[in-house]
Nanobody, 118 residues
Framework: VQLVESGGGLVQVGGSLRLSCAAS????????MGWYRQAPGKQRELVAV???????NYADSVKGRFTISRDNAKNTVYLQMNSLKPEDTAVYYC?????????????WGQGTQVTVSS
């Protein structure tokens, strides 16, 4: 199983980016999908999570600015990021709870850099 992220880059303050993460491989089922981020010198933190395409949860710092969504047919999760701030600069990691051969485990992407310049 692989998670491949795309969509990161350099953007100015107030701008927008859309991250994508596609899961591939011998997947039986996917439960939660989400995004974490890690800024230099800081711990990795939860940004947003979506469960079964209905229930969502966001970090307080991104509520009202970021939107998580998923396309179950494509095993893909998205993160629409609007009104970006310099403090959103970080490496963003996709994660998913995936069932493979009747066993559930968490998988992670390689990370994509998001840089917000002021």
């Amino acid at each position: 199983v692989q998670l491949v992220e795309s969509g990161g880059g350099l953007v100015q303050v107030g701008g927008s980016l859309r991250l994508s993460c596609a899961a591939s491989g011998s997947i039986d089922s996917i439960n939660a999908m989400g995004w974490y981020r890690q800024a230099p010198g800081k711990q990795r933190e939860l940004v947003a999570v979506i469960i079964s395409g209905v229930n969502t949860n966001y970090a307080d710092s991104v509520k009202g600015r970021f939107t998580i969504s998923r396309d179950n047919a494509k095993n893909t999760v998205y993160l629409q990021m609007n009104s970006l701030k310099p403090e959103d600069t970080a490496v963003y990691y996709c994660t998913a709870e995936i069932k493979v051969d009747y066993a559930w485990r968490d998988y992670w992407g390689q990370g994509t850099q998001v840089t917000v310049s002021s």
